[in-house]
């Protein structure tokens, strides 16, 4: 069983950065695909960006060149710096860990509030 916590959130204007983090327990982090998920009160949760096991990520048209996952396999902590904020991107951030590194996510965290105001 994988847990995972994210920490970082908080309050930023518009324009702003924020690193969120996501730090998870046990020995296999490295073989896992990470990823990050957003979701608004009655909205679908919505993909941000995903860190293959290989190092390759690929992001969500709408954060591309502003959001920027990293990972610390040492540390089992995958990271979300996030760039240029706007309000849209005011969201709960989950990461999720998946296992298969085939996008199917098994773990999930219980997320971290990102607010961007005017």
């Not at 009655?42 to 990972?71: C, H, L, M, P, Q």
């Not at 710096?81 to 996510?105: H, I, V, W």
Request: hydrophobic share 30%; charged share 15%; glycine share 14%.
């Amino acid at each position: 069983q994988v847990q995972l916590v994210e920490s970082g959130g908080g309050l930023v204007q518009a324009g702003g950065s924020l690193r969120l983090s996501c730090a998870a327990s046990g020995r296999t982090f490295s073989s896992y695909a990470m990823g990050w998920f957003r979701q608004v009160p009655g909205k679908e949760r919505e993909f941000v960006g995903i860190s293959w096991s290989g190092g390759t990520t690929n992001y969500a048209d709408s954060v591309k060149g502003r959001f920027t996952i990293s990972r610390d396999n040492a540390k089992n902590t995958m990271y979300l710096q996030m760039n240029s904020l706007k309000p849209e991107d005011t969201a709960l951030y989950y990461c999720a860990g998946d296992r298969t590194n085939r996008g199917t996510f098994n773990y999930w965290g219980q997320g971290t509030q990102v607010t961007v105001s005017l």
